[in-house]
């Protein structure tokens, strides 16, 4: 059936191509309100919205089907992340599309406070010539203190050294190698960085701890003529204390891109010719949003394709080098979770994946969200998700645990799964890494399922192969692959067979006829 994702703001035309070359129907409804959102989602399996959209409690539990939330920017504000971590929906963003944009806006607020840029070009709009009043200030060789070391933070620092700035900054999460990199001498204190700076700016999320982060003991001990620029969230700055010290003159000028409530017609920083403002212009360049079109369509068609989404906020990260190791290996453990809902007949109460080889030192929790998602979504038991997958498991009574070994039994890396001893084992194999069964019930085999197989297991004997072609040759259904393991100290085999036409209830029961001391027969469907 046709995935169908809902676009309720403009987004780039290259993402909704990219939506629809992977299959997916997307369908633009812009302005909607609130109650529209509400009563149009049920059809939709996935949302893709920007800053303006409110994906409320509300609207995600409408969403009877929806998956995945993608937001065309970095900022999540608007998206009710608790409530949609609740049901399973994946919540995502494109942080990487609009960092160039907002470091280059970041350095071209700042410029145009020390050089007022504005007020002289009024001036001269106001066919005016004046020269004096506008003498500016250099970067070179000032202080600028960053707060916030993170994407946009870090590429801020870069350009700032390009102007021969001296950098210090504030980030409890940035590490002394980083900062070192950056060329930013780190403090574990704000109070401690405020008096060194000629130059403020500030690349922080909105917590608790940031809002209102700078009040009137911070604007007091600045410098004086101190510049504050702000392109990351509004509120950081006090704006009504703010506004008393450039008043004052004890901030020289301020430049600002976001507020608390946008759009923002009425603040207290509008009387000041001395204050830039501009109307969150962030990540406004043509380059950027087109970054963020394509980077979410990419994003939410991953998410509901089953794959693990990189940048999903509402489950652990996913540094890139676990995800080249470990992500090949997710539609894999998706499949074997399958097949053994299939082979197994009930859901497990224990649950144990190992990964061996090169997967030995990854982490294994999206392979077993993986294993979930296959292992439950067979019947609908459960919708799983990485989002959920630790808390559906602990619904349904089901421990997990994971192992890890650096044998791989000859192959470069494999994951086994045993589900209540029922086990399964995969490698990947050829460029396009290609899922290929190792082992099926402790026999080892080699191949690599398909649609729909025919899985036997007897006491070996002449001629057993030879019954199950007739019968199927019979039934019109032809055998593309077929792979037999055997146990010699059992005396038992197993033929694993990729069929292709309708096996139908009558053709398996003539095959438990035919075949004497058949202890299992299974039809598994992928």
């Known amino acids: 059936m046709t995935k169908k994702v809902l676009v309720t703001e403009k987004l780039a035309e290259a993402g909704l191509a990219a939506l629809r070359e992977r299959g997916i129907e997307a369908d633009v409804r812009l302005k909607m309100s609130p109650e529209e ?33 993608g937001r065309a920017g970095v900022g999540v504000d608007n998206v009710d992340v608790e409530a949609a971590t609740e049901r399973g929906v994946i919540v995502c963003n494109a942080p990487t599309s609009n960092i160039v944009s907002a470091a280059e806006h970041t350095m071209a607020l700042m410029l145009a406070c020390a050089r007022n840029v504005a007020q002289a070009n009024a001036v001269v709009h106001a066919h005016e010539w004046e020269r004096g009043r506008f003498t500016g200030v250099e970067l070179y060789e000032k202080t600028l ?16 050294r390009a102007f021969g700035m001296k950098l210090v900054g504030y980030d409890p999460y940035c590490s002394p190698e980083r900062a070192e990199q950056l060329g930013v001498t780190l403090y574990d204190d704000v109070d401690a960085v405020v008096p060194l700076a000629d130059f403020i700016t500030v690349h922080l999320p909105k917590t608790k701890e940031t809002i209102g982060m700078f009040g009137p003991d911070q604007y007091a001990r600045m410098k004086d003529g ?11 700055y006090n704006v009504e204390s703010l506004a008393d010290f450039l008043a004052a003159g004890k901030v020289g000028a301020v430049g600002i891109d976001v507020f608390e409530g946008e759009p923002c017609r009425e603040s207290p920083l509008h009387e000041f010719d001395n204050a830039v403002l501009t109307p969150h212009l ?23 394709e089953g794959s693990i989404v990189t940048t999903a906020l509402n489950m652990a990260p996913v540094p890139p080098e676990v995800m080249d190791a470990v992500g090949p290996y997710v539609p894999a453990c998706q499949m074997m979770g399958s097949m053994l809902a299939q082979i197994h007949g009930e859901i497990p109460q224990f649950l144990k994946l190992s990964a061996a080889g090169a997967l030995a030192d990854a982490d294994p929790s999206i392979l077993v969200a993986g294993t979930l998602k296959g292992l439950l979504s067979y019947k609908n038991v459960a919708t799983v998700t990485p989002v959920n997958a630790k808390a559906v498991a602990k619904r349904h009574g089901i421990r997990v645990e994971t192992a890890a070994s650096p044998d791989a039994s000859g192959y470069a890396s494999a994951v086994s799964i045993v589900a209540d001893g029922t086990e399964v084992a995969c ?12 082992s099926l019930l402790g026999y080892r085999l080699d191949i690599a399922p398909a649609s729909q197989s025919l899985v036997f297991e007897y006491v070996d004997a002449p001629g057993r192969v030879g019954v199950i072609g007739t019968v199927l040759g019979e039934a019109g259904i032809n055998i593309t692959t077929m792979q037999i393991g ?8 197993l033929v694993y067979l990729n069929v292709e036409g309708e096996v139908t209830g009558e053709v398996l029961e003539r095959l438990r006829a035919e075949l004497d001391d058949l202890k299992n027969l299974w039809c598994i469907k992928l």
């Open 37 to 69: 959102l509400v009563a149009a989602i049920p059809d939709y399996d996935g949302l893709i919205v920007r800053s303006a959209t409110k994906v409320t409690r509300e609207v995600l539990e409408a969403g009877a089907k929806l998956r995945i939330v």
């Open 145 to 160: 203190a960053i707060f916030g070391l993170g994407r946009v933070g870090g590429l801020v620092a870069e350009r700032a």
């Open 226 to 236: 101190v510049i504050l620029i702000n392109t990351a969230r509004g509120g950081i």
């Open 282 to 304: 962030g990540a406004s360049t043509k380059e950027a949003q087109e970054r963020a079109g394509v980077q979410i369509a990419e994003y939410v068609a991953a998410g509901l």
């Open 427 to 438: 490698t990947l194999a050829g460029d396009a890494q290609a899922a290929r069964l190792v």
């Open 486 to 493: 055997t146990k010699p100290e059992e005396r038992c085999a």
